[in-house]
């Protein structure tokens, strides 16, 4: 079965860096795209980004432009989240997906990983 585990969160100071990974198993990595979601205290969750089978990446969050990367190690089966400059506003649990299905702001299908904490603070 599919599964996904998060891994790397913590607390950060503001301008900071921290790496996410995404370990998965029970399909094939390689060839599907990934998505990495956010979910900020009292909001909806909100899609950062995806990667494509390949390698290539789209951002959707503007504020994340420039600073976060995603990328993938098909050897590895694992998909990464570089985030630079941390900002307090950054603070959320950071979850992978595969095939995520966000309705509203709401999470309503696909396959999950249990989600990292990212607290930014001084």
């Known amino acids: 079965q599919v599964q996904l585990v998060e891994s790397g969160g913590g607390l950060v100071q503001p301008g900071g860096s921290l790496r996410l990974s995404c370990a998965a198993s029970g399909f094939t990595f390689s060839k599907e795209s990934m998505t990495w979601l956010r979910q900020a205290p009292g909001k909806s969750l909100e899609r950062i980004g995806d990667?494509?089978?390949?390698?290539?990446?789209?951002y959707f969050v503007d504020s994340v432009k420039g600073r976060f990367t995603i990328s993938r190690d098909d050897a590895k089966n694992t998909l990464y989240l570089q985030m630079n400059n941390l900002k307090p506003e950054d603070t959320a649990v950071y979850y992978c997906?595969?095939?995520?299905?966000?309705?509203?702001?709401?999470?309503?299908?696909?396959?999950w990983g249990q989600g990292t904490q990212v607290t930014v603070s001084s």
């Open positions: 997906a595969k095939d995520p299905t966000v309705i509203a702001g709401r999470r309503l299908g696909g396959y």
């Open positions: 990667i494509m089978s390949g390698g290539s990446a789209i």
